[in-house]
């Protein structure tokens, strides 16, 4: 009863807010029923309209190293949640879950979590 | 003589009824000045998160702008101009908070014109309300157009021309630079509807007509949008992401994971009306295509162009 209280507040609390729209569709960029991860070192954290990067250098399943782009979301979105520009910095070594893109070639996921183990910092939620 | 009096009584009626009729405005013009927030009731996964690929049903598009469609690919939003462009003026109204206010003449004190600001990018609008004419087809063409309105009794009503091109769906179906639209602008207490009618003669078989509600909001603020163009994905200058004609992995996706069969997932006008539903029983339900690799998987693409290998094509 509790968690279908939860549910139909939750959906309520969707329809009525207001949003900062996206300006591309995250179902056609990203392949939304899957996830993968990453482990590997920042080279550019991009705190950014209209949506944050975090660029990570970090083994493909070939052992390939790549550039992952990795997308997070907008600025205000991002400080509603306790992260700003100082948050990530190059160097650091983070492991990122999100949901691989639709164009293999762009090395490319949508944030779900970031991790860096260093200091227990953590970070985790929908990217809209 | 008895008639003499009457007629100087109607005489004064007249005239005190010409004399109001001059004084006070036609008809009450409602006041759309304030914050309004977004209701997502209609459309709400289209406009939150986005729709999917290849996903264009009830939309009364034509083969060119189908295939438009199926040629594109999301990675285009990375490409360095395509970064920072603001919704444009028929597309806005799907999102974001709104703010209106208006410009008021100081001696006629009459509406010169209505603005219109989106939170998402702050793209302004201005509805000129002083009976000037659209520009000639030559000007200039911006985001937010040209727009005139004028009152159909308490509704305003919004002409809009001069728009670059953009798009009906936020998954590459096309909309021109000959395209023009009306908007509604209603408002019902504390409730504010926009009707969005869309005509395309390039692109569309039929007119695109939606509805967009908001609520006053007298607590919002508009905060600032800045945006800024980097380099999301690193790739070759003038390279444009795409699918080659037939090379789209992803034309059934949406259709197969709703269950529904796909010719209406491939839009077109008869897909608007309640009578297609009795056609879509006889279709087969469309079947999930053989998706490609995800980024970083050891397997090789099904085909190069079916996921998005570089191409060098001219941006339109």
């Known amino acids: 009863m509790k968690y279908r209280v939860v549910v139909i507040l939750a959906v309520w609390a969707s329809l009525l807010a207001g949003r900062a729209g996206a300006h591309h569709s995250f179902a056609a960029t990203y392949f939304e029923d899957k996830t993968q991860t990453i482990e590997g070192t920042i080279v550019q954290f991009m705190f950014r309209n209209p949506h944050s990067f975090v660029h990570v250098e970090a083994p493909d399943d070939n052992g390939q190293m790549q550039r992952w782009a990795v997308e997070w979301a907008a600025t205000a979105q991002l400080k509603e949640s306790g992260v700003d520009y100082e948050s990530l910095k190059p160097?650091?070594?983070?492991?990122?879950?999100?949901?691989?893109?639709?164009?293999?070639?762009?090395?490319?996921?949508?944030?779900?979590?970031?991790?860096?183990?260093?200091?227990?910092?953590?970070?985790s939620g929908t990217v809209r | 003589m008895n008639g003499r009096p009457r007629a100087r009584r109607l005489a004064a009626a007249v005239a005190a009824c010409a004399l109001v009729s001059t004084a006070a405005p036609a008809f009450a013009q409602v006041d759309f000045s304030g914050a309004w927030g977004a209701r997502l009731h209609e459309d709400n996964l289209e406009r939150g998160g986005g729709p999917e690929m290849n996903e264009f049903e009830g939309l009364p598009i034509n083969a060119a702008d189908r295939m438009r469609g199926d040629s594109w690919s999301a990675s285009l939003w990375t490409v360095p101009e395509h970064q920072c462009i603001p919704h444009p003026a028929d597309y806005g109204p799907n999102f974001s908070q709104l703010v209106m206010w208006s410009d008021v003449d100081p001696v006629t004190?009459?509406?010169?014109?209505?603005?219109?600001?989106?939170?998402?990018?702050?793209?302004?609008?201005?509805?000129?309300?002083?009976?000037?004419?659209?520009?000639?087809a030559w000007a200039p063409h911006t985001w937010q157009g040209f727009s005139t309105g004028k009152w159909e009794g308490d509704m305003l009503t919004v002409e809009t021309t001069h728009l670059k091109p953009a798009y009906v769906r936020r998954n590459g179906l096309a909309r021109s630079e000959k395209a023009?639209?009306?908007?509604?602008?209603?408002?019902?207490?504390?409730?504010?509807?926009?009707?969005?009618?869309?005509?395309?003669?390039?692109?569309?078989?039929?007119?695109?007509?939606?509805?967009?509600?908001?609520?006053?909001?007298?607590?919002y603020r508009m905060t600032p949008y800045p945006?800024?163009?980097?380099?999301?994905?690193?790739?070759?200058?003038?390279?444009?992401?795409?699918?080659?004609?037939?090379?789209?992995?992803?034309?059934?996706?949406?259709?197969?994971?709703?269950?529904?069969?796909?010719?209406?997932?491939?839009?077109?006008?008869?897909?608007?009306?309640?009578?297609?539903?009795e056609r879509m029983k006889t279709l087969p339900t469309a079947t999930m295509p053989?998706?490609?690799?995800?980024?970083?998987?050891?397997a090789p693409p099904a085909s190069p162009a079916a996921v998005g290998t570089p191409a060098r094509t001219p941006e339109r």
């Open chain 2, 290 to 298: 053989a998706q490609p690799a995800a980024a970083g998987t050891a």
């Open chain 2, 180 to 219: 023009a639209v009306r908007e509604h602008f209603i408002r019902n207490g504390d409730i504010l509807t926009i009707v969005t009618i869309v005509t395309d003669p390039v692109y569309l078989t039929e007119p695109y007509i939606k509805s967009r509600n908001f609520q006053f909001d007298p607590g």
């Open chain 2, 227 to 277: 945006c800024s163009v980097d380099v999301e994905i690193d790739r070759p200058a003038g390279e444009i992401p795409h699918y080659l004609p037939g090379a789209n992995p992803f034309i059934s996706e949406a259709a197969a994971k709703h269950k529904m069969p796909l010719e209406p997932a491939r839009g077109g006008a008869e897909t608007m009306y309640p009578e297609y539903m």
């Open chain 2, 109 to 136: 004190k009459d509406v010169v014109a209505w603005h219109t600001e989106l939170s998402w990018m702050n793209p302004v609008r201005t509805i000129w309300m002083d009976g000037r004419p659209h520009p000639p």
């Open chain 1, 91 to 123: 160097g650091d070594h983070v492991i990122v879950t999100g949901n691989p893109g639709r164009t293999a070639s762009d090395h490319r996921l949508r944030m779900q979590s970031v991790e860096r183990p260093k200091d227990g910092w953590k970070w």
